[in-house]
């Protein structure tokens, strides 16, 4: 017999399971067919630095390990109830957030090497740019340009009072855990603020991408950055209540929550301001054609 726990867990899980493995990468998947369909490598050459059987062959890579990976999500959810009604591993319905969180990572993965796989088509894009002719822009490129002062602000506020609600729970007084916390949520948040400093300030990755298009992209991937932040801090929170209220019973439905929010505004984000972009492609179109 479940108990409202359960109720409360699976369901997230489930959602967990199709948002980031499912919905989202079949998505993804149309627009790839999508941009080879109306973008052809004959027509649209320095798109594809590569020939077209290995975009074919990386796409249904990245249909099968995200439809192999959904499976296996649907299998440990049968494994959950089996275990949890026979109270071998858990009791009274409780399930460690272990069990969404490792299997998050592990729903991530495809979408890593799909991005290892855009870098490195990237660079083979730069070496294969023969062009003398190099475009720089004049203007600086400042960081309120690309983003909402608003969104900037709120993104810190959130990081600064995530630290003082966990400090303040208990009086200002360090602890191992305590240190442990602040130090993932400063060092998460650095890491943020390199990939938008390299954002703003780093050579433009795809040597034929037009100005707009260049801005559009920094703009969509800082407001992602201060999206996924803000959902950190928000994350940081409940971890902090949970460490002085005790309601580690809702430590598996909070990470599933935490990973459907968090692929929403990241990946997902990403990819519906992609699929309403009104890109120029006539930038890859071959110059002798």
Do not use: C
């Amino acid at each position: 017999m479940l108990n409202w726990i359960e109720y409360l867990f699976y369901p997230l899980f489930v959602a967990q399971i199709v948002l980031i493995s499912v919905y989202l990468p079949g998505k993804m998947n149309q627009h790839m067919s999508h941009m080879l369909e109306k973008y052809p490598p004959e027509q649209y050459p320095r798109l594809y630095p590569q020939e077209t059987a290995k975009y074919v062959l990386g796409q249904w890579k990245y249909r099968m390990a995200n439809n192999v990976i959904a499976a296996i999500g649907f299998v440990l959810t049968a494994l959950l109830l089996f275990v949890v009604d026979h109270g071998s591993f858990a009791d009274d319905g409780y399930i460690s957030e272990a069990w969404p969180a490792f299997y998050g990572l592990l729903q991530f993965s495809p979408l890593i090497v799909l991005e290892l796989s855009a870098s490195g088509q990237l660079k083979l894009m730069r070496d294969s740019n023969t062009s003398t002719t190099r475009s720089a822009e004049l203007m600086p490129r400042r960081l309120f340009d690309y983003v909402s002062p608003v969104l900037v602000a709120s993104a810190v506020v959130a990081a600064l009072g995530a630290a003082l609600f966990e400090m303040s729970l208990h009086d200002f007084v360090w602890s191992e855990d305590r240190f442990k916390r602040l130090a993932i949520l400063i060092f998460v948040n650095s890491f943020f603020l390199l990939i938008g400093f390299s954002l703003l300030k780093g050579r433009k990755p795809d040597p034929y991408q037009s100005a707009a298009d260049r801005t559009r992209v920094v703009s969509l991937n800082l407001r992602s950055l201060m999206f996924t932040s803000i959902s950190i801090s928000g994350f940081a929170v409940l971890q902090s209540l949970d460490g002085v209220y005790n309601i580690d019973y809702l430590d598996a439905s909070i990470m599933s929550l935490y990973l459907v929010v968090v692929a929403s505004l990241s990946f997902g984000y990403l990819l519906r301001q992609q699929l309403a972009a009104d890109i120029d492609f006539e930038v890859y179109r071959d110059a002798e054609a």
